[in-house]
């Protein structure tokens, strides 16, 4: 089993910064790819950005390319979120999810095993 906490959501302007962190615990010896996801009330929860075990693999939402990095510091066992140039549209709550390193696409959001308790982000225009 997997423990994911997120934090540093919050309130921030269009246009401003926040970073989202993600706190692994429990069988974090094993190798897991990291994303993270956020969902809006009513719709879907989306992909925004995923990062392989070793770091070397990303994949983003084009939504939030140039905007978003994702990265990973292994010996902390945490996964990070940094979120420029945020927009209105980015307000959601984001989630945190693991699996274990697999083959399939980093987006594949049904091949995600384990899940934060999300982490609401709210950007004012």
């Known amino acids: 089993q997997v423990q994911l906490v997120e934090s540093g959501g919050g309130l921030v302007q269009a246009g401003g910064s926040l970073r989202l962190s993600c706190a692994a615990s429990g069988r974090t010896s094993s190798m897991y790819d990291m994303g993270w996801f956020r969902q809006v009330p009513g719709k879907e929860r989306d992909f925004v950005a995923a990062i392989s075990w070793s770091g070397g693999g990303t994949k983003y939402v084009n939504s939030v390319k140039g905007r978003f990095t994702i990265s990973r510091d292994n010996a902390k066992n945490t996964v990070y979120l940094q979120m420029n140039s945020l927009r209105p549209e980015d307000t959601a709550v984001y989630y945190c999810?693991?699996?274990?390193?697999?083959?399939?696409?980093?987006?594949?959001?049904?091949?995600?095993?384990?899940w934060g308790q999300g982490t609401q982000v709210t950007v004012s225009s």
């Open positions: 999810a693991a699996r274990r390193s697999r083959l399939p696409p980093l987006n594949a959001i049904l091949t995600y095993d384990y």
